[in-house]
């Protein structure tokens, strides 16, 4: 490739000097050889027939031939010689070519992506070739060209050829076929299908394509163009089936193609081209294989030659440098590290089957060969003649490597080859370095792949070659992602601690040095002598003598430089770490072991050593963590308590005697740990006090164990909040980063400077005993230090750029600590404010006075100003005041710390400082939030039941924790249970296992073993019981909300993931018991479903008790089903498919369509597209002949009723789920679901004899929803006679209901049946707005009769509910209406009675579009018995002092958050000057991290995104509402945070900040310039665009709309331009574009599904108009807003509007983006946004417009009815539209005003029939928004007729508009002046605009400019000139005059008075109005 890559460069270089012409004879001169090329005679031996082309130094000269036409060479245009890729648009799936079962096939491939187009795989390019009868030429494909396609990965041709399995068209085998066809024959079918075949000249191969739009045939295609392919020899066109090639997968992927003779819309392919790159990379590839290929034949033979050799180790070494993307500028290959995975390269690897070579290449050489042995021996590898081998070996590995990281799919690939790498591992060909790179962090992966064996061998290679770093490679096993593999833990320590391998561990002993050294001891009466202990370790060599040596003695020769020493110490080292990772995560088979090896007290004595090594220290401190401090007696303790009882609360409450876990048992753990507290407390003060505490790099591990470790003794609750606060002063000095004693200037103001301050000792001395309240005050040894004087740098402890992995989990560490300690500093606050609240209502109650009355009279009298005061106290402001800050200097430190983490460069360290950051801001507002969600146990029960809770929740939660200890797990178990299984934690290596009891020959324990697992199964399970028992009585939502305070949920989901055998039945009960407790913990309680679907992917496995709860976790909870992913809904389809029909995954499917009584659209549409995907294993039908009589029989089987499992059952389900897919008229499901089911079918199920109300139910349903009640009218119900059929079996079924008429019937489902589904249906059916023109009623008259004589009976039926009768009665109205209007005659007596019963009944029954008239009143619970009175008062006064609360704290909480917009605005202000931090601050070092940083936090943690991105927007545009007490607020902590060295009281520094204070200050807009500007710069506008183009979360996109519109705020021209150029710049335009285009055309969707719901009443609204029409000018007979309408008052006219959903809400954002976009006429963008010269373009233009039309109905306006459509909910979004259009087109934009001129849509038309229409019903009571309305739209007209000289635009508004309304509108907005005063728009001005509009329009219509002239001036010159075209309009003129001049005829005439004020209006004052420059006529 190397050389063809340079022959055609060569010779364009050529042509641009001399003039060659085709046919001209040249020489080819190569750039790099020097030489001309030659074309010898040699012949190539791998293509036979073809010569070599070579260098040599002899002219040879070529002739030219053209390959093309210059004028064919277009970019866009399809030629010969393009790659491309071909996408079924309508499947959705790429045309590949791939081997499957060693044959080469054609498919479509089906991807498990959310997105089908980012499935690119390099099987699916194809090069097209244009025929032409010259083989040499290609050239532009024109629409009649032949083409072939080459597949580029293996060269063969795409061509169609017969099908062999094809079974022709006689008949016999199509009746065959009808009944249930499995998947494997429908392939039978296709006639011909595609293959591929390796010759061009095959003239199968030939294809034309075909247009899917009209075009010219000799007209070029465009590269991107959608086509057809017609197979030229068959003459039959390719089309896609569903058959699989691969019918033996799990789920087949593979679809076959056929051709047919017909040719069909959707079977069209798009053409994608494919970038240059890309085609380079996989040629590369493709060789590489075909090389390595050789190389691996050669290997096989037993022979390769030298030269071969190299060659091989030369691709190899490419290979490395192709796949990590570096290029190679020669540094050793091996040394290459990937910085950022390339995708596409490692996907190649694996496709071009680079990676089967590269295994090809390990496992070749060392195959036995008959005779002879192998070419290599591994054991030989490390000879010096086998050198090159080992190399080429270990390239092969590092390319495996390389090609597998951060890449799941690969990783999967290679594992399959772990048995050949397995065996390579210890001969130093990096095999087990790449084992351990694959499973690392791979959960999967390591749970499949490490078996007993595995360990094993592991284990034998330490003992082989004693190196510590297979011991590291064991330990990495048992962890991914630092979370344990329970599985892999078990193996590991069986195998290790296993006596038989004692021999490989170092032991460690405790020895008394004064005794015999070989006595290990370890009684507890030398405990005394703890200290003098020395440790002794003892260990077996390889050549079995035993050694033993003193650690410390070990150490020192270490460091001496005795390298034997230093490697058992290594050694030592890496078996703590293993150690420590077996018991990770509290595995107590491990612990149990290792804990007595090594007790607490060794463990200490080595950790506090200073003798020994940082790292080996460390070790040990971990080791202490793992096996002693985290297991069974410590439990995490929940910082922030909900639940409280109320006898416990304390009356009076100080920090020193508050502790929030009051347990005896505490004391005794403490004194187990103390020498370790003490230990932890004095190392972090020395690290406090070193000049720069990271220096060291082996310090920072050990310093990373005890912080670690002191974090989990605190959330242990080891520390009391005392000693807590005093702990975090240590660690936040830590890691602050201005050294010690620079805090002494801030904790004593001095006037001097403060720079260079002289501190006395006492004062030191005084800090130090607040700072560190520690036993040994060693910091006077070290006196004044001298360094805080040097220069600046050397002040910083620790700088930022210094990267070092363990200093940040140091710090992220520290940052966990500072998160408990806040919390529990806010649990003390809630018990501060509960022990206030107590202490008061014991003052006003006391307990001995419970006299009801005296209560009352005391009611009021419980002080709550007092409490509030208290409550503000509780945040003290400043140093002084308060004790509960985290610093010693007001919190100043504290932040500081934070400001300087988020300029780390490590993401989990910037998210948790930014968290902390907004816990810092928010106190008061996190109190009242928690306060509020306290939950107070007050009577006795609560009580009781609470204790009980939590004893059983403890005993539950060892009882879980120690599983391994008494789950049984069976030796042997089916075969078949690992698929099953998916569950995290489970063991599926069992089997394989040995029992797990002791040795058969002592049998006691064994069975003292099972009888006490079997009495711990018995334990747990009543535990169960009786959580179960709770949740499901009394109160039941006050004990979910317990239970979810006391954190039940959590013990269960833990016992969901204990892993357990199969066929254990005991253990199965008790996992179905667990599920109960969820499914009834969440029932009907949103935050407790909330809290479960944090871990749905626990649930999502085949098991049904997993379904249904998560169908209980889902159930009624709109805000979950919105969200739902698509991956849950594809779950459980597949469960469908491969697990059974079971009906529970179907009652998912039906729970997520609606919730809160609306219906879930997305969910429908989902589920709908993956039931038809899904096929016939899941949409079971029972409509053909002979399935027909199976449904049959099931039903005569379920005449009893149908059975659980019954397949009718699951049937009744699926109907049931499609009509509800189609309720809500949903459009799109509604034609599916017709497809499915047809209405035939239907009929000939529910009129038959045999069939069961059950399924009459669902079926009758599903024809009300899918076709009777539906969005578009299904035209064969109207037209064919099945409904009527329907209908007289309704009859017949109605008949049995009322056959006795006094006895009700005893079969309830028939009666549900009769009088919720079939009376339904026929209301729909008559009150269809379709069912008006379809003729079959009258031929059908006697049905109509039928019915209302039934229903009129069963309205008689004494039995009948008042809410069934209501039903009934509507039911008899619709059938009433019909026959009348319909002029049906109806008998004498049922008239009577229709009359009467309709007179009498109330009119107020329910109607249609009442949404809740489905779900009947379903009866409520009984309420719980009334509490005594105490009970509810003092949860009443709660409540009071919660609103309290709420009043005086709400203010300051936003005054509080205020600040922290000043904070980020200067950071820093917390610096000292000179700092390194602080000049990072300033030149914006902070703000760029923080906007950095918000692209990461978007997949990660979404709440924080969307705080900071509120934030950034608050920094931009500030808007206050607090009031005196809130700036009071807002200042102290101004000056406390910002402003500290500062004398207090000025103004001054407040207003320096650039922000207004008080709440009405005017925006000042030059200052939020500027800020924007400075954001911009840091990066804000990139973030903002790609947060648009990336997040998946609706509110992300809308923060950052949000903050787009901030930072574009105020017509911002730079951040415009800055837009501009980030657009302009890599192709990010077409996706930005593309996401704003998508979100436009979903809410057009949207709207379509929605607005029909106003069909119902246009009709009545429009016979309404008519009656108006004939009275004068319909608009003026409304009322003016002012009087309610004639008839009936105001408010009861207003139907609930149908509120927008969020797709629409987003679009006001998103339309104001788009103005502010154009503001001030921006040319570039007004003509970017309409166009973007990408290969797709979006044009937002004419979306916009075509949004604006839909929104409004899309009517011409001609109606009057566009007030249906605009109601006070999305006014303001069409107001915005409106706005956005102007916007567009002023300045102006001549492309724009054509482009919304000439769209096709009516857009125009509703702009003009906003101003001409009276928009009814919202003028009536919202003049003000009509107004506005009006104003923007005439402004949008003059905008597009703005400077316009030709006629086009004029002629197009007025083509729809009558120059006679215009004038109206114009007069009566004049006169609207009196009645609206006061408003924000004035009518006279609205009037005004439209005026000009109307002047402008009149240069273009004589009309009009004759109705301008004020009527009276026309009167006076009637005689000289009237034209005759004022003749003709004479009588609507003095019509007009009469209508419209009101009674006082001094009031000047409106036409007279705008022309008077317009000559005045100066253009600027229209500028303002933005309406753009007027010409005035």
């Known amino acids: 490739p190397g050389c063809g890559a340079f022959v055609p460069r060569a010779s364009r270089s050529l042509c641009r000097v001399l003039q060659v012409v085709v046919g001209d004879k040249v020489i080819l001169n190569p750039v790099n050889a020097g030489q001309p090329l030659h074309a010898s005679n040699y012949e190539l031996t791998d293509h036979p027939g073809c010569k070599e082309v070579n260098s040599v130094n002899c002219n040879t000269s070529w002739k030219i031939n053209l390959f093309m036409m210059f004028s064919d060479h277009k970019d866009e245009v399809l030629k010969g010689g393009d790659v491309v890729r071909l996408f079924h648009a309508e499947q959705e799936k790429f045309l590949t070519c791939d081997e499957y079962k060693a044959k080469l096939h054609v498919f479509l491939r089906t991807t498990l992506r959310q997105s089908a187009t980012s499935a690119t795989s390099s099987n699916a390019l194809w090069e097209v070739e244009v025929v032409h009868h010259d083989p040499c030429r290609g050239g532009a494909g024109h629409w009649n060209s032949l083409y072939r396609f080459k597949h580029l990965a293996t060269g063969n041709y795409l061509a169609a050829e017969e099908n062999p399995g094809y079974k022709g068209d006689n008949g016999e085998s199509r009746s065959v076929s009808d009944g249930s066809r499995s998947k494997r024959n429908m392939g039978e079918k296709v006639k011909y299908k595609l293959v591929a075949v390796p010759h061009g000249n095959d003239i199968a191969s030939l294809f034309e394509l075909d247009p899917t739009t009209l075009q010219k045939t000799d007209s070029f295609v465009p590269r991107n163009s959608y086509v057809r392919l017609r197979h030229l020899c068959t003459n039959t066109w390719i089309q896609s089936t569903n058959v699989p090639i691969d019918v033996d997968e799990e789920r087949p992927i593979r679809l076959m193609l056929g051709t047919c003779p017909t040719k069909e819309d959707k079977e069209a392919f798009a053409i994608v081209s494919v970038p240059v790159s890309e085609i380079r990379d996989l040629d590369f590839a493709n060789d590489a294989s075909l090389m390595l290929a050789t190389v691996v034949d050669k290997l096989n033979e037993g022979f390769i030659s030298q030269n071969d050799r190299r060659f091989a180790i030369k691709l190899l070494e490419d290979l490395v440098f192709f796949v990590v993307d570096t290029p190679n500028n020669g540094q050793t290959v091996l040394d290459v590290v990937m910085t950022k995975a390339n995708r596409e390269r490692q996907k190649l690897m694996r496709e071009q089957n680079i990676l089967k070579q590269v295994f090809g290449i390990l496992k070749a050489p060392f195959k036995e060969k008959p005779g002879e042995g192998p070419l290599l021996r591994l054991e030989e590898l490390s000879d010096q003649k086998n050198a090159p081998y080992q190399y080429m070996f270990r390239l092969s590995y590092r390319v495996l490597r390389h090609s597998q990281e951060e890449y799941r799919k690969n990783q999967e690939h290679i594992a399959k080859q772990f048995g050949v790498m397995q065996s390579q591992i210890g001969y130093d060909i990096l095999a087990e370095d790449t084992i351990t790179a694959l499973l690392h962090n791979n959960r999967k992966l390591l749970e499949k792949h490490i078996t007993k064996t595995e360990v094993e061998t592991f284990v034998s290679l330490v003992r082989r070659n004693r190196e510590p770093r297979f011991l590291d490679y064991l330990s990495d096993l048992c962890v991914s992602n630092h979370v344990a593999i329970p599985v892999t833990q078990e193996l590991i320590c069986k195998c290790v601690l296993d006596p038989k391998n004692q021999d490989i561990l170092i032991k460690t002993e405790r020895r008394v040095p004064k005794e015999m050294p070989h006595a290990p001891e370890f009684s507890s009466s030398l405990e005394d002598y703890g200290d003098e202990d020395e440790v002794w370790l003892v260990w077996t060599d390889k050549n079995n003598e035993k050694q033993e040596k003193s650690i410390r003695q070990l150490a020192q020769e270490a460091r001496q430089g005795n390298a034997h020493d230093e490697n058992v110490l290594t050694y030592y080292r890496y078996q703590l770490k293993l150690f420590a990772r077996m018991c990770l995560d509290r595995q107590y088979l491990a612990i149990d072991e290792i804990s007595k090896q090594l007790d607490v007290e060794l463990i200490f004595l080595c950790m506090m050593d200073e003798m020994l090594p940082y790292d080996l220290r460390a070790s040990f401190c971990r080791l202490m963590l793992h096996t002693h401090v985290d297991r069974d007696p410590q439990e995490l303790v929940t910082p922030v308590k909900f639940a409280r009882l109320w006898t416990e609360i304390p009356p009076a409450i100080t920090i020193k005697d508050y502790d929030s876990n009051m347990d005896d048992s505490r004391d005794n753990k403490k004194n187990k740990f103390a020498n370790t507290m003490a230990f932890m407390e004095e190392y972090l003060n020395n ?128 940052l966990e600590i500072m998160q408990f300690i806040l919390n529990v500093r806010l649990d003390y606050r809630i018990s501060f404010l509960l022990s206030v609240f107590k202490k008061e209502f014991m003052e006003v109650y006391p307990m001995g006075d419970a006299d009801a009355t005296a209560s009352i009279e005391h009611a009021a009298t419980i002080n709550l100003q007092r409490i509030g005061e208290q409550a503000e106290a509780m945040f003290g402001v400043g140093k002084g005041n308060s004790i509960l800050e985290v610093d010693d200097e007001g919190g100043r430190m504290f932040l500081r710390v934070l400001i300087h983490l988020t300029m780390h460069d490590y993401p989990p360290l910037i998210s948790g400082a930014l968290q902390l950051l907004f816990k810092h801001f928010s106190q008061r507002q996190e109190v009242l939030h928690t306060f509020k969600q306290v939950q107070l146990l007050i009577s006795e029960q609560d009580v009781d039941n609470y204790k009980l809770i939590k004893s059983n929740l403890d005993r539950l939660r060892t009882m879980v924790e120690k599983s391994e200890l008494w789950v049984e797990k069976k030796s042997s178990s089916s075969g078949g249970e690992g698929k099953q299984d998916k569950k995290d934690k489970k063991d599926k290596k069992e089997k394989k296992e040995v029992e797990k009891e002791v040795a058969p020959e002592e049998p006691t324990p064994k069975e003292e073993k099972s009888e006490k697992s079997n009495e711990n199964y018995q334990i747990v399970k009543e535990i169960l019981e009786r959580l179960n028992k709770m949740c499901s009585t009394g109160v039941w939502k006050k004990q979910q909300r317990l239970l979810k305070n006391m954190g039940a949920h959590n013990v269960m989901l833990d016992l969901l993931q204990v892993s357990y055998d199969k066929n254990d039945k005991k253990m199965q009960e008790i996992i179905k018991y667990t599920h109960q407790f969820l499914q009834k913990f969440c029932m009907g309680n949103t935050e407790n479903q909330t809290l479960l679907h944090k871990h749905l992917s626990l649930f999502l496995n085949p098991g049904l008790l997993e379904a249904e709860t998560v169908q209980h976790i889902f159930s009624n909870n709109y805000q979950l089903c919105t969200e739902i992913s698509e991956t849950v809904l594809q779950h459980f389809i597949h469960c469908l498919a491969t697990h059974g029909r079971h009906v529970q995954y179907l009652n998912f499917l039906h729970t997520i369509i609606k919730a809160e009584g609306k219906y879930v659209k997305k969910c429908q549409d989902m589920i709908m597209t993956e039931l038809t995907n899904a096929g016939e294993d899941v949409v079971v039908f029972y409509n053909d002949k002979s399935s027909f009589n199976t449904m049959l029989e099931l039903m005569a089987q379920s005449r009893e009723g149908v059975q659980e499992h019954s397949p009718l059952r699951y049937h009744i389900s699926l109907v049931e789920l499609l009509a509800a897919c189609a309720e809500g008229k949903n459009v799109y499901t509604e034609i599916k ?71 009700r019937l005893s079969d309830p489902t028939l009666e549900r049946y009769v009088i919720s589904v079939v009376l339904d249906t026929i209301n729909a059916f008559f009150s269809s707005p379709f069912s008006e023109n379809s003729t079959s009623l009258q031929t059908h008259h006697t049905i109509v009769i039928q019915l209302l004589q039934s229903t009129m009976r069963l309205l008689d039926c004494p039995w009948l509910q008042q809410q069934h009768r209501s039903l009934v009665e509507t039911c008899i109205r ?33 109607s249609r579009n009442n949404p809740n008239y489905k779900s009947l009143s379903r009866p409520t619970r009984p309420a719980a018995p009334n509490n005594p009175w105490d009970y509810k008062n003092i949860i009443e006064k709660l409540q009071d002092i919660i609103n309290t609360l709420e009043e005086r704290l709400k203010p300051l909480v936003e005054a509080e958050l205020s600040v922290l917009v000043d904070v980020l605005h200067r950071p820093e202000l917390l610096f000292l000057e000179g700092t390194d931090a602080r000049v990072r601050c300033e030149t914006g070092g902070f703000i760029s991290k923080l906007i950095q940083h918000t692209k990461t936090l978007m997949t990660s943690e979404e709440k924080l995104c969307i705080k900071v991105l509120r934030t950034l927007q608050e920094m931009l545009i500030r808007k206050y509402d607090f009031d005196e007490k809130g700036i009071t607020l807002r200042k102290v902590l101004m000056q406390n945070y910002l402003f500290n060295n500062k004398k207090p009281g000025s103004k001054g520094e407040l207003v320096e900040l650039g922000v ?59 951040i415009q331009n800055s837009f501009y150029k980030l657009m302009m710049g890599d192709n990010k335009s077409e996706k930005f574009f593309k996401v704003l285009h998508d979100r436009m055309r979903g809410a057009q969707q949207d709207i379509k599904a929605t607005v029909s719901v106003n069909v119902g009443e246009m009709s009545n609204r429009a016979q309404d108009s008519k009656e108006l029409d004939q009275g004068v000018s319909p608009q003026f007979a409304v009322p003016l807003p002012g009087q309610p ?57 004419c979306e916009t417009l075509q949004f604006l039309d839909i929104m409004c109905g899309s009517t011409t306006g001609g109606l009057g009815l566009l007030g249906l459509y605009i109601n006070e909910g999305n006014v303001g979004l069409i107001t915005q539209t409106l706005e956005t259009l102007t916007e567009y087109c002023q300045g102006p934009c001549q492309e724009n005003q054509t482009c919304i001129v000439t769209h096709e849509s009516n857009g125009i038309d509703i702009i003009t029939a906003l101003i001409l229409n009276d928009i009814s019903p919202l003028c009536r009571y919202r003049m003000e928004m009509v107004l506005q309305l009006k104003d923007n739209a005439s402004k949008l007209l003059l905008a597009l007729m703005e400077s316009r000289h030709d006629n086009e635009n004029a002629e197009r508004i007025l083509f729809n508009l009558r120059p006679q309304e215009l004038i109206e509108v114009i007069k009566k907005a004049y006169h609207q002046e009196k009645d609206c005063e006061g408003g924000e728009v004035s009518p006279r001005e609205v009037g005004h605009n439209i005026y000009i509009l109307a002047l402008q329009l009149a240069r273009h219509n004589k009309v009009l400019l004759h109705l301008l002239k004020p009527p009276k001036r026309t009167q006076e010159e009637g005689e000289e000139g009237i034209s005759s075209m004022l003749n003709l309009n004479n009588r609507p003129l003095s019509q007009m005059l009469k209508s419209s001049v009101p009674a006082e005829t001094e009031a000047e005439d409106p036409l007279e008075y705008y022309e008077k004020h317009t000559a005045q209006i100066e253009v600027p004052d229209w500028r303002r109005h933005g309406a753009g420059v007027l010409s005035l006529a």
């Open 1556 to 1614: 207004a204070v008080g709440p009405e200050a005017e925006i000042d807009w030059a200052t939020v310039a500027a800020v924007q500007c400075r954001l911009d710069r840091e990066g804000a506008t990139k973030l903002v665009t790609d947060l648009i183009m990336s997040t998946k979360n609706d509110k992300i996109f809308f923060e950052s709309m949000q903050l787009a519109i901030c930072l574009l705020e105020g017509g911002n021209t730079e």
């Open 1685 to 1741: 309408p004639p008839g009936q008052p105001p408010h009861e006219q207003l139907e609930p509007e149908a509120e927008m959903g969020p797709a629409v809400m987003i679009m006001k954002p998103i339309m104001r983006f788009l103005q502010l976009l154009c503001e001030n006429h921006n040319q570039d963008l007004q003509n970017f946004l309409r166009c973007q010269n990408n290969k797709t373009n979006y044009n937002l233009v």
């Open 1374 to 1406: 619709t059938l009433a209406v019909t026959a009348k209007g319909r002029s049906i005659s109806v008998p004498m007596d049922l008239d009577s009675q229709l009359s009467t019963m309709l007179s009498t009944s109330a009119l107020g029954s329910l």
């Open 687 to 814: 690290v406090l006090h070193d000049d720069l505490p990271f220096a060291h790099d082996e310090k920072n591990k050990l310093t990373y164990e005890v912080v670690s470790l002191a974090r989990h003794l605190i959330y242990f609750g080891f520390y009391s909040f005392f000693e807590l606060l005093r702990l975090t002063r240590t660690l936040l000095g830590i890691i602050d980063c201005v050294p010690n004693p620079m805090l002494m200037q801030n904790m004593f103001p001095d006037d001097v400077g403060g720079k260079n301050m002289k501190r006395s000792i006492h004062g030191m001395g005084h800090m130090m005993s607040t700072m560190v309240l520690s036993r040994k005050q060693s910091i006077f040894g070290t006196g004044g230090r001298s360094s805080v004087s040097g220069d600046p740098q050397a002040r910083t402890k620790d700088r930022i750029d210094k990267q070092d992995i363990t200093v940040m989990d140091t710090k992220l560490k520290i």
């Open 1233 to 1303: 679901c017709t497809s499915l089911l047809p209405l035939e079918d239907v009929v000939r199920v529910v009129t038959h004899e045999d069939c069961i109300t059950e399924v009459k139910i669902a079926y009758v349903n599903f024809v009300n929803h899918c076709y009777v009640d539906t969005e578009v009218e299904m035209k064969e119900i109207y037209t064919s006679n099945y409904i009527w059929k329907l209908f007289e079996n309704f009859t017949v079924d109605m008949a049995r209901v009322c056959n006795r008429r006094e006895k």
